[in-house]
């Protein structure tokens, strides 16, 4: 379906600021779900003074810029990482919109990516994954495959629900065993249950192709970033790096474009149709 270009750009602007202000509540849920604290009540305040914080001064990327980064009441800092939060998420939903359009799974998309963002932060603040997002999705997944089955690249229902179960299979049950192998070779955990609980929800959500190109794109960046704080002598190679931002990393990629990865390395593997390669039929 093509927009008239009026109607996508102004479409385009809305997805954005929708990016920005659900980045906004995403940096409430980052601070508050580890804390078992309510997303909705008591409304925003300053973490170093209480204070609440006033509508005007709890717009997205603007109310830090004015604010110089600083509480207004205390002028505690307040940490550069929630214009982050926002910006990115901002980005990453105009991004989804620009290569998903106009379709029922656009949507979808955005969710799984907010959910992401909310993971990865949460991951990195305190080495745990909340079950919000991974049971979340490990349930979402195939409830959504069935009700849209566009999701899982089907148009009928069963087979969408049977490729979400798949996937779901597929991402728990290999980390599970990557977790397990490398409890016994390594005698520590190399990796948490909340990684492999995200990978199930992962495959429940996007299908076991999904889990394939995130075990692949994870495990390269994380190996990239392990070898560079190494280099870097930030981490011993005992210490505990949290691998749910790579999972993350992974799946977005693949929402924005894993498909079109896959066929160009296809491609490039086989540049020959299976069949011209048992040709035998003389010399060309
Ligand atoms: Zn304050």
Known sequence: MTLPPEAFWALSAFVFLAGLCIGSFLNVCIWRIPRDESIVWPGSHCPACGHPIAPWDNLPLLSWLILNGR????????SPRYFLVEL????????????????????????????????????????????????????????????????????????????????????????????TLGRLILKRDAMGMGDWK??????????????????????????????????ARRKALQSKIPYGPHLALAAVLWMLCGPACIAAYLEWAMPLPPATLFWTGGFP
Do not use: E, K, N
């Open 198 to 231: 995200l990978l199930g929800a992962i495959g429940a959500c996007l299908g076991a192709q999904a889990v394939l190109f995130t075990i692949f794109v994870s495990s390269l960046t994380g190996t990239l970033l392990g070898l560079a704080l190494i280099a």
């Open 88 to 179: 990115l998420t901002g980005a990453l939903f105009t991004a989804l919109w620009l290569v998903h359009g106009v379709s029922v799974l656009t949507p979808v998309y955005l969710l799984f990516a907010a959910a992401l963002v909310m993971a990865t932060f949460i991951d990195l603040d305190h080495l745990i994954l909340p079950d919000r997002v991974t049971l979340g999705g490990m349930i979402l997944g195939p409830v959504l495959s069935f009700a849209l089955p566009a999701l899982q690249g089907q148009t009928d229902r069963l087979p969408a629900l049977a490729h979400s179960l798949l996937g779901l299979a597929l991402g728990y049950g290999l980390l599970w065993l990557v977790a």
């Open 71 to 78: 509480c207004r009441h205390c002028r505690a800092p307040i």
